[in-house]
């Protein structure tokens, strides 16, 4: 019986299973993303970040 994953351990399971792990560069890329955009919004850094993009 194997033991419960994390979403994390099952999505990466999924990678390797299927073959998928080209998509691991595109994950990462996205969170990163995701974790800029909240501490510009967090920290008052958003108008400096923003006109970056």
């Known amino acids: 019986m194997r033991g419960r994953l994390s979403i994390f351990g099952e999505f990466f399971e999924f990678l390797?299973?299927?073959?998928?792990?080209w998509l691991?560069?595109?994950?990462?890329?996205l969170l990163i993303l995701g974790l800029i955009i909240?501490?510009?919004?967090?920290?008052?850094?958003?108008p400096l970040i923003y006109t970056l993009f």
């Open 38 to 46: 909240t501490l510009a919004e967090v920290t008052g850094l958003g």
């Open 16 to 21: 390797r299973t299927e073959k998928k792990l």
């Open 24 to 29: 691991l560069p595109l994950v990462f890329l």
